[in-house]
Each structure stands twice: as structure tokens, then as C-alpha cells.
């Protein structure tokens, strides 16, 4: 079992930086694909970010949403069982529930909800225009 806790979230405004963490404790995340998702009420649970540095060659690495390539990155120290999103250039469409999340896999589905086994509680990110 992996417990996954979020930090960093808070009320910012538009132009500014944020960084989430994701804390993991039970075991070592090393074999895991990890995961951020976002959610605002009444949308499904959407893919932000990925980071996957096992399995296949060709799976290998961080994965992007569309709408923030260029300004978010996904990053992980091992040494702290830490996953981090750095989000810079925030917009108020940023806003929203961020979760982090861990696969006890590795594979090409790393956008799939489905794809993961365990999930934190969520941080809120609001950004003010």
C-alpha cells in the first residue's frame, strides 16, 4: 500500500509559480508511474502530468497535458519518496482540485484514470485573473 499526500496548493494570481508535492509513505514509490490529475466540480478527473522511469524504453519519461506543456514539470526525488509539480505562467483555467497518483505499473496508459491504483486526498489551486 502507498498513502500519497499533496501540499503546496493555495490562492494565487495569474503570471505566478506554484509548486505541489506529493509525499508518499508505506513504500518506496521506485516501481511506481506517478501521476498528477486536476478536477473542477462537475468535470471528470483530468490528466495533467506523468512521470514513468521504468518498464520500456519507449515508455519511459514524463508525459504532458496539451494545455500546460512549456509550463508545468513533473519531477521526483527519489531520496525524499517525493513527486513534485512545478506549475509556472499559472491561468485562472489552471484553478482546480490537484491529485496526485501512484501506479503499481509501468505501460503507455500513464493518461487513464484507470491507470492507477492509489490516490491522495487533492490540494486546491485557485489562480485569480
Known amino acids: 500500500q502507498v498513502q500519497l499526500v499533496e501540499s503546496g496548493g493555495g490562492l494565487v494570481q495569474a503570471g505566478v509559480s506554484l509548486r505541489l508535492s506529493c509525499a508518499a509513505s508505506?513504500?518506496?514509490?521506485?516501481?511506481?508511474?506517478m501521476g498528477w490529475f486536476r478536477q473542477t466540480p462537475g468535470k471528470e478527473r483530468e490528466f495533467v502530468a506523468a512521470i514513468n522511469w521504468g518498464g520500456r524504453w519507449s515508455d519511459r519519461g514524463a508525459y504532458y497535458l496539451d494545455a500546460v506543456k512549456g509550463r508545468f514539470s513533473i519531477a521526483r526525488d527519489a531520496a525524499k519518496n517525493t513527486v513534485y509539480l512545478q506549475m509556472n505562467s499559472l491561468k485562472p483555467e489552471d484553478t482546480a482540485v490537484y491529485y496526485c497518483?501512484?501506479?503499481?505499473?509501468?505501460?503507455?496508459?500513464?493518461?487513464?484514470?484507470?491507470?492507477?491504483?492509489?490516490w491522495g486526498q487533492g490540494t486546491q489551486v485557485t489562480v485569480s485573473s
Open positions: 508505506g513504500r518506496t514509490i521506485s516501481s511506481c508511474t
Open positions: 497518483a501512484a501506479a503499481d505499473r509501468w505501460g503507455s496508459s500513464s493518461r487513464r484514470v484507470d491507470f492507477y491504483d492509489y
